[in-house]
Structures are given as C-alpha cells and as structure tokens.
C-alpha cells in the first residue's frame, strides 16, 4: 500500500499540471481572445447586451468546467451539461450577429470548443469529437440560414481548420502527457520499491549485528571457558549454562522472523532446547492474542528458557488472551531451584511449587 | 454392586478402538463395559432401543464431520462422549451446544476418557483441559456469562495445573474448584439449542448443588436482553 501511494500521487500531480495548462488556455482565450474581439466589434451587433450576456455565459461555464476538470474526470452527466450551455450560448450568439459578417465578428465559436475540449478531455475521445462536429454544424446551420455563399463557406472552412485543429493537437498533447505521467509513474514505483527492499535489508542486517553483539555478551565467555579448560562439560552448571546459551541462541534466530504470532513462534524456539534434552513439550493457544511488544517478549521467554532449561520430563506452556493482555503459563516437572526474571517492560511473573510441579504465570498487560 | 456403565465406541480407525478398549480395561474398578464397536453410526440409526448409556463418539468418521448427528443421537437416548483430534475451540462448542456431555482430545484420552463416560452416565459435567481452552477461547456473542472465579478456576485448569493446586492458588478448596468449573459447564447447558442431554445435565447440577435454580433464570434473562 505504502508503495503505490506515492507513484499514484506522482501521476495525479503532473496530471493536474495538464489540467491546469488547459484552464488557463481557455480563461485566456476567452478573457483575450474572445472578449477583445467582443469588445472591438461592439458596434456591429444587433444587440451588443446580449452579446454580452452570452459571454457572460460562457464565462459561467468555463468556471464551472475548470471545478470538474480539476476535480478528476467529470462525469457524464456534468460533463455534457456544461458542453451543452457553451454550445447554446455559442449558437445563440452567433445566431444573434448580422447575418453577412457572421464569421468575422464571431467571438463564440473558438471560446465554446476549448471549454468543451476541457471538460471533455479526459471522458473518450469520441466524446470531445462529437463535440466539435456539433459545434461545427451548428455554425454551419446559422450560416444557411443567413444564406451561404461560397466565400462564407471559405471562410468556415479555414476558421474550422485552425480553431478545431488546434483544440483537437491540444487534446492529443495532453493525452500522451499523460500517458507520459503513468509511465514515469511506474517508473518511480519499481525505483520506490528497490529502496524499500534496501532499506529492509539494512534493518535485517542491524538486527543481526544485534543479535551478534548480544552473544558476545553471554555465550563468547562460556565457550572460551570450555576452549581453556577452565569449564568442566561434566559439572552440572555448566550443562545448564551451556542449554541457556543454545536456548537464547534460538531465541534470537527466531526474533529476527517477524512472523505473526511471534511470541508463540520464539517460545517454540525456546523449547526446542529442551525437547532435544527428550522433555515432552506442549504449546497450547486460547483466544485471539494480542501483539505483544519485543522486550516484553524477551522477558516472557527468558521465563520460558529459565523452567524449560530445568524440567526433568515434562512441561506446558500455555498463552491465553486475558483482559487487556495475555497470560503465558508454565507447568513443569521441575525442583525449586528456577531462576526466574524480575518482572520488566509490563510483564509481572508468579509462581507456586506444589509437590514436584511448579506453576508460573507471566502476564503482560497493554495498560 | 453398583452397575457398569455400557459404552459404544465409534471410530474409524481400528488402532485407536484398540487403545480406547485398553484404557477400559485397564480401569482398577472395572466400571464401564464396553458392549459394541462400529466404524459408522448406521447400525445405531437402525436400532429401536439405545444399546448402551454412552457413545464414545470420534467427530470425524470417513473424513467428514459428525458434530451435526450428534442431537439425533441423545433423542435416541445416548449420553455422547466426543473423542477427537479436532481441539478447534468452534468445533468443540458446537460440539455441546449439539448435546455433547464432554469432550474429549485424543492427547488426553488415556487420562480422562474413562472418567468422562462415568460423568456422562450419571449427566455430571466433566470439564478436559482442551474443553476449557475451548470455553475460555469462545467469543460467540451467545456465550454463558462466567464469574471471575469461574473464569480464573476455568484457565488455571486450562494452563495445566491440577485441581489441588488451582486451589491453593485461588485459596480455595479442591472441591470448591470443582464446583467453579462444573458451573462454568453447567451454564453453557443453559444456552444453545435444547437437547435433552443438557436439561438432564442442568437438572443433575442443581440437585447436587452446583448451580442454582435461579443461577439460570437470571442467565436467560440476561440473554434475552440482548447483547450488553
């Protein structure tokens, strides 16, 4: 998930440049291009008001156009209803300008295909096609009914070749932008996730150092002991000292897979010790168990290293959900003699000796 | 004389019928006669009358789960000892609310088979360490609601000590301890769909002084007032 936020927000952005580019192509062409025009032939207009009223129309339309467009791609409905109001007021004003001049002091026409180019340019391409041949038509049909003549219909041609040709190179220019944006898109992800991947194997390998410098600390002394003789394997603490070692040695092993459960998966590694010594180890699991953090873990199986280390044949280890924690318990056939850890990092630890069995209870609480 | 409890045994694996009629056996006072073995639950369909007080059930005959049989088989008037290798907490309290007396793992058959079907025979809970784990693990919004003494006797129990010592822990007698966990049993009689085997489980337990009458009409009423 952390992975496609960024590369998907990478495309989004240059999309919205796109977007951006357009609106303000068409706030320009309609501010400079068309309302110049406007303003330069006021005097040839039947009713220069209405003119003006169109214009302010389209003006109406182009804001709200540029609230879609930036919005994400406008629906269907939106789209088309904002397309629909520029080319009405285009047709009606240019329907309203003497009929013999019609083209040259048209201002609609150019300002009511780039507002449809930018509501429709990023729905299908058919869509903005259908556009600017209705748009097309309909000044086509205004100048029938003035009555053609063949220079109008000149001039139709080359006002058509150079608006729409432009609209339409415009829409084309964005599409392979974008196309452009998803691929640098991708691009940046494959990149994002190399670095991830890296900066994963730099947290395994800082754990393994961990892991390396803690068994400097507690076995190197014990098996340069056992190298200088000064340790004797047939003394009976050495042997537990030495099943402690290989039990944390587990341990460590196991704490660098992160899996889920992982407290049952490091108490399965703290046993294995133990099993290997021929003592019937069962692991049993009540409820939904809450994660629990590392060093409370270190400290639970501490617990489980110190019973398991000096059970004679026997021993449970169960983990049940409790209120706002877990209980990890211990019953093993063991003497009086276990060390136990001094209650750290949330866990607090009881126990009872009964007879031959002993009773241990760590429990972690959240709060 | 007190009279032998007869039992069926029903499991499709002959090595373990072997085991299960060894540990019979082997019981010092001879209490339970063990009068037919099947691999399948057709020929008790077949009969008109139970052909003994309890079946030894396993859950899973020819690969497929029988839990859903079980209600057929305590109308015909068996107590049924579950036996199984299934400890899936679900499938063991789907197993009593089916009318189940006790469930049984097949780790702890050696220690508690037999002293679940005398259980079963006389409608007294009897309560494996796999089925309080089970107990202890149900999330099912329709669960009985358990004291705190219930709850701690029920997971002491679970975590593997013995009664005794659950009692020391809590400062209670054994006997007392029995009678948190038979309760905590006893409440989930009252709940669920109705089976015979669970009224005459409720019925046992309130004349032994296990649970109360009104124990239960206050659990109902809970329940019907919906999840709070």
Known sequence: MTAVQPTALMSGRYQ????????????????????????????????????GAMWLVMALAIAAGSVLALRGTPSWRSAWTVAVITLAASTAAAAASPANDMLAVNWAWGTAGWTGLLVLLRRRFGELACFLAAEAAATLSVQLWDGLHRTDLAGFLAVLAWSTGAQVAVAAGVRALDVAADQAAAAARSEHAARERAATAEIIQAAREARWLALQESAAPLVAELAAGTADPGDLQVRIRCAVQAARLRRLLAEGDEV???????????????ERRGVAVEIETAGPLPQVPRLARRVITDAAIAILTDARSQARITLAAVAAGIAVS???????GVQLPAAAEGVTIQHQQDDGMFWAEARWNSR | ???????????????????????????????????????????????????????????????????????????AGYRVVAFSGHSDPAIVIATLDNGAHAYVSKEEGRDHLVEAVLAAAADRPYVTRSQARAMLADQEPTRPLLSQQEQQALLLWFQGMSKASVGRRMSISENTVRQYISRARAKYAATGRTAASKDALLARAIEDGVLKPGEIVQYKSFASGGAD
């Open chain 1, 16 to 51: 919205r440049a796109f977007t951006l580019a357009v609106i303000f192509l068409v706030v320009s062409w309609h501010l400079a291009g068309a309302g110049g025009q406007l303003l330069h032939n006021r005097a040839d207009y039947s009713s220069f008001a209405f003119q």
């Open chain 1, 260 to 274: 889920p459960g992982s407290l049952v998966h490091e108490l399965h590694a703290s046993a294995d010790v133990a």
């Open chain 1, 330 to 336: 211990f019953v093993a056939d063991t003497g009086a």
């Open chain 2, 1 to 75: 004389m007190e009279q032998q409890v007869t039992v069926v045994i029903i499991e499709d694996h002959p090595v373990v019928t072997e085991g299960v009629t060894s540990w019979i056996r082997s019981d010092p006072g001879q209490r339970v006669r063990l009068v037919e073995t099947a691999r399948d639950l057709t020929g008790l369909h077949s009969a008109r009358q139970p052909s003994a007080d309890v079946i030894i059930l396993d859950l899973e005959l020819g690969g497929e789960l029988v839990t859903t049989q079980i209600p057929e088989l305590v109308g």
